[in-house]
């Protein structure tokens, strides 16, 4: 029944989800997003076209026409997290100032496509604190609007790593149909024997920080100061700052507030999940995003292995020059492939049971 569908994806990025999707059989006809760098990976990986966009100002009639002739409708995406993260909790604006935020704005104009294009399914991914967030009234309206317009709304807050993927990363997944509820798959995972980041990156080559390899140019590490190579060098597998000499401490680390870092400067774990993968996630001090055993951070093939993107994902354009940074942020902003792929299953699982009671 798969082949009677198309998929759309708003707030696409790199295409953490849209190759979760392909990998299940289904055709991704586009995706959309107003960050253009990331057409690139998106359109080499999917075989899918890339629409740069601003979804506020994407009309029905212009989403309608990037499905393909003849076949029904999902609508899926992951409208940007970051007025919904607990990272900006404590720095929160007024909440007139947040309703003119354009990120915030984003989910009432995915709510509103929605409402106008009526496709038979839907999916949103997003960050646990948005069903709480502004005592959970963005999340109220969109479940609302679905619900006003004939979906039955199912959601689920899952870890990542009990499907399979090396990363502990706690993730919103929202389902919305015509033909009743979508049940999310159970996890893959039995007796909690998680992939570790030794599954995931274990196999890789050793490289020096600031080297850039011949065969794999993203699997290069930041260059590091004497003193962050000091401080690395002195911080033991899963360990932190607290391990080095005291004349290694940043001053923050001298102070009250700063005894309750302990993830900055850190190292992973090999036989435990990484942390959560951000868009910082190739700094050594912007969390314990430093190599089990090798003094640097992880590498940009390191984080996409960990965020289960396949290693042979290409992600650097030739035609464009290079810059780790936004490459970093795409990473650290796509939905993990293999989330993609949970979903994707989660909605053929689905469409048989609609095809097993016509």
């Not at 065969?215 to 360990?239: S, V």
Request: contains cysteine.
């Amino acid at each position: 029944m798969i082949k009677d569908y198309s998929v759309i994806d708003l707030f696409c990025g790199v295409g953490g989800l849209t190759h979760g999707l392909v990998k299940e059989g289904f055709t991704v006809s586009a995706g959309i997003d107003f960050d253009n760098s990331c057409r690139y990976a998106f359109e080499t990986n999917n075989n899918s076209k890339f629409v740069y966009k601003d979804v506020t100002e994407l009309t029905t009639k212009e989403l309608n026409s990037l499905y393909a002739k003849g076949t029904k409708k999902i609508l899926v995406g992951c409208a940007p997290c970051q007025p919904f993260s607990i990272f900006n909790h404590k720095s929160e604006k007024s909440l007139e100032k947040r309703n003119a935020d354009t990120k915030w704005r984003l989910l009432y104009s995915f709510a509103k496509l929605i409402k106008e294009t009526q496709p038979e399914i839907i999916s949103m991914e997003n960050v646990p604190r948005l069903v709480t967030f502004d005592e959970g009234k963005v999340f109220k309206h969109f479940v609302s609007t679905l619900e006003k317009n004939g979906y039955t709304v199912s959601w689920n807050i899952v870890n990542a790593q009990d499907y399979g993927i090396p990363q502990r990363r706690k993730r919103l997944i929202l389902f919305g149909s015509k033909h009743g509820k979508i049940e999310l798959i159970d996890s893959f995972i039995k007796d909690k024997k998680y992939a570790t980041v030794r599954d995931a990156i274990g196999h890789l080559p050793k490289v020096e920080d600031g080297v850039i390899p011949q065969d794999d140019p993203l699997h290069r590490a930041r260059k590091l100061t004497d003193i962050n190579k000091r401080r690395i060098q002195a911080t033991k597998e899963g360990g932190f700052w607290r391990d080095w000499d005291k004349s290694l401490w940043l001053d923050c680390h001298k102070k009250k507030t700063g005894k309750n870092f302990n993830s900055v400067y850190g190292r992973m774990t090999w036989n435990e999940v990484a942390p959560t993968i951000t868009t910082y996630c190739i700094g050594l001090n912007n969390g314990r995003f430093g190599h089990p055993e090798q003094d640097r951070a992880i590498t940009l093939r390191e984080a996409a292995l960990l965020q289960s993107f396949p290693q042979q994902y290409k992600f650097i354009d030739p035609d464009a020059p290079f810059s780790g940074q936004t490459i970093a942020r795409h990473i650290g902003n796509a939905v993990p492939v293999t989330l993609g792929v949970v979903i994707a299953k989660s909605i053929k699982k689905h469409l048989k049971s609609i095809g097993k009671n016509k």
